[in-house]
């Protein structure tokens, strides 16, 4: 089966950037001489049209290179990489990037209250500044993002949050749904 670069889904390939910094890079060395793996994960961004570039930001790096929080206070580790793999389900970009099938991958259950059936406007979404901006920058509703968390497709991602996918819709929650 050939996959098009061009028929990628736009959050493929942050989930197959994360896989890659761990399955397509050899071991690395830590400060003290301890070979191990790390994991770049957690990225946030958005892709550009018209530059035809993903910007990523806001990364986690776990790292298993012999010093505890190496990268800082959200590096977890090998717990961390452990977290990530349990939660990666291999997509499209991860097999045009050639990685190998994530065996650690495990399906996640979502629990029927997130399916309840509460009326969409008693589902509170919180607006900050981040939210705001991306509104603006990609002209979605409020109410779309309400009909995502009570409608859309769910998927619990290793650090607990939540992804509610809802047509061309991405919305991501921590486990109370705000």
Known sequence: ???????????????????????????????????????VCDVQGCFSVSQNTYLLIDPCIHSDLGRSALFGRTDHGE???TAFLAGHKCNDACRLLGLPHNVAFKEERISAMQ????????I????????????????????ECQEAVKDGEKEVRPDGSIRH??????YVTDPSCR
């Open 124 to 143: 509170t979404v919180i607006k900050t500044n981040h939210f705001v901006e991306r509104q603006e920058e990609r002209g979605f509703t409020t109410r």
């Open 115 to 122: 399916r309840s059936s509460r009326r969409t406007s008693q």
């Open 165 to 170: 996918l809802q047509s061309d819709l991405v």
């Open 1 to 39: 089966e050939e996959i098009s670069r061009h028929a990628l889904d736009e959050e493929s390939v942050p989930q197959a950037f994360s896989h890659w910094t761990y399955a397509g890079v050899p071991y690395l060395e830590g400060p003290e001489g301890h070979r191990g793996a790390c994991l």
């Open 79 to 81: 717990t961390g990489i």
